[in-house]
């Protein structure tokens, strides 16, 4: 499909910012250790992508089983066994010891702790997420969990629309409870939501995940919706149950279990399309629109004044003590780092009828040419992030959550390219570590770094067609079989102390040979 190699990272453009920005290779070789005291590295996964075993042990669907279900990946799979991580987890924690991560990034499965959204806690779920940390804590590896990435419970959605209702919120605060209070013994970093900026557009506005609302003409073959006013209020719950959460860890469990709390936004970055004053503001209006729309209200305790204006009524407004819960209600943000979008501005005007997040924001919508255009990286844009944080929101600490290459499924590639022999990927992670660590050194308060993925798993949107593994599976065995790439054994060799970016025999100076 065109949209897979589109959305396949081509490298241009890396060089040329790396080699202006660090001395000659070999002249002074990074190593973990240029890193901040105490920075770490990791790799992750999410539990819809990861763990399979989607129906047994009282687990119940999510709304991304019923989405997968109805065909709509773009391969048609499913994640019902994916990586089956459920049944394999020592194994994999060994792989992860062996490489030397400090932590893993991971989920915990809503439908599969609390099957019917409230109530009734799960014990095979407890049972499983317990053995997963003490596994990891065992071999050293600290687990850095995520309590809500994407898989809500369907009978949620099914009661109440799930998002759309301020019941939402209740909910998923008595859930995360059930988290802190049994796993916070040992966790020490949680995630409250991930990406909740991109979840209500893709939901809501677009509609091509679940729940698949939207309404015309913004979106494909919707069965209701409204994409005018519906993607501001999925998003503002997500932002309310996230403050509620962080009260509620902070006023009960901080204290005794001593962790830090966050939120992980998707952090695209956006470029103007061309040289236009026009697009270059379209592109900072929409820098706002993405990570304003959650960075505002958490650091300032409202949403970005240009979405105020322009969104007006349909925004919902923080109240006074509502803004107050809010603001602050972080120790750290997440960002998952992947792609450059190149942003058009458009003429709107305030009569214009009917709008959604794009025209609000004025701009395009860079996903609309998406079979078009090549999806762009480039190692800069981390950087750009990266300031960005540090002169808006008072650089805040920052983990990058995720960052990382996919490629193409097989049939593209021989098998051995594709099981083992990913040097792009491992290209891709030295360049923008490199670029991390230059910032890091300029005073960005980056604190860590994960990899994505750990293993190869059903991708959101793209189920199996594009893999972002350090390890591969093969998941055509039904042992799904693991494999260890070459980018995981130099990511090992970092990981132990070695060079960000060694120098190959044949390159080094003939004296070190
Ligand atoms: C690696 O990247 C290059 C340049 O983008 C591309 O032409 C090549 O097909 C990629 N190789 C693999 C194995 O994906
Ligand atoms: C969306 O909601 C707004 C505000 O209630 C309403 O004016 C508009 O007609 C609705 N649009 C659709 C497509 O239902
Ligand atoms: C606003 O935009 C609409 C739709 O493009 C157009 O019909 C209308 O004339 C415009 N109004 C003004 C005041 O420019
Ligand atoms: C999308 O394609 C249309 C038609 O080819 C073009 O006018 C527009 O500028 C393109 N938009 C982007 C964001 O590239
Ligand atoms: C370093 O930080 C300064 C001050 O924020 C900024 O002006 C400069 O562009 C940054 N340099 C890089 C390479 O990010």
């Not at 943000?333 to 214009?352: A, K």
Request: hydrophobic share 35%; charged share 20%.
């Amino acid at each position: 499909m065109a949209l897979l190699r589109v959305l396949t990272p081509p490298l241009f453009l890396s060089f040329f910012f790396v080699a202006a920005l660090t001395t000659p290779r070999g002249a002074s070789a990074l190593t973990r250790r240029d890193f901040p005291e105490g920075f770490v590295f990791g790799a992750g996964s999410s539990a819809y992508q990861v763990e399979g075993a989607a129906s047994e042990d009282r687990r119940k669907p999510s709304i991304w089983d019923t989405w997968s279900h109805q065909g709509y990946s773009f391969d048609g799979s499913t994640a019902d066994v994916s990586a089956d991580q459920y049944h394999h987890y020592k194994e994999d924690v060994k792989l992860m010891h062996n490489m030397g991560l400090d932590a893993y990034r991971f989920s915990i499965a809503w439908p599969r702790l609390i099957p019917d959204g409230r109530g009734q806690i799960n014990p095979k779920g407890l049972e499983y997420y317990n053995s997963l940390i003490d596994e990891l804590i065992l071999n050293g590896i600290q687990p850095h969990v995520t309590i809500y990435h994407f898989d809500l419970p369907q009978v949620l959605q099914d009661e109440y629309g799930g998002l759309l209702s301020p019941k939402f919120i209740e909910d998923y605060t008595s859930y995360a409870e059930v988290c802190f209070k049994s796993f916070g013994d040992r966790v020490k970093h949680w995630v409250t939501v991930n990406e909740p900026n991109i979840e209500p557009i893709g939901g809501y506005d677009t509609g091509f995940q679940p729940p698949r609302r939207c309404s015309y003409p913004f979106g494909v073959d919707c069965a209701g919706g409204n994409s005018s006013t519906e993607p501001y209020i999925a998003a503002h719950h997500l932002l309310l149950a996230h403050a509620s959460a962080v009260s509620l860890y902070r006023e009960k469990y901080k204290e005794t279990q001593g962790g830090q709390i966050g939120i992980t936004l998707l952090g695209w970055w956006h470029e103007p399309a061309t040289n236009t004053p026009q697009d270059a503001a379209a592109a900072r209006r929409m820098t706002e629109f993405h990570i304003g729309w959650f960075m505002h209200p958490l650091v300032y305790g409202d949403y970005p004044p240009v979405m105020r204006s322009r969104v007006g009524a349909r925004l919902p407004v923080l109240t006074a003590p509502v803004s107050k819960k809010v603001r602050r209600s972080f120790d750290f943000i997440g960002f998952n780092h992947y792609i450059i979008m190149r942003i058009r501005s458009i003429d709107t005007n305030s009569s214009q009828q009917p709008r959604d997040y794009y025209v609000d924001a004025a701009v395009q919508n860079p996903a609309d040419n998406i079979s078009k255009v090549q999806v762009e990286t480039a190692p800069w844009s981390l950087s750009k992030l990266l300031e960005h944080l540090k002169l808006n929101y008072g650089n805040p600490p920052v983990w990058i959550h995720e960052n990382g290459y996919g490629s193409a499924a097989p049939g593209a590639l021989s098998k051995t390219e594709y099981d083992y022999d990913d040097a792009n990927r491992t290209e891709f992670l030295q360049d923008y570590l490199e670029v991390l660590q230059l910032s890091t050194r300029n005073g960005s308060n980056a604190r860590g770094y994960f990899v994505w993925s750990f293993l190869d798993v059903f991708e959101f949107l793209f189920g199996y067609q594009l893999r972002f593994g350090l390890c591969g599976v093969d998941m055509s065995d039904p042992g799904r079989t693991r494999y260890v790439r070459n980018s995981a054994r130099w990511y090992s060799g970092f990981l132990h102390g070695g060079e960000l970016r060694p120098v190959a025999q044949s390159e080094k100076p003939y004296s070190e040979k």
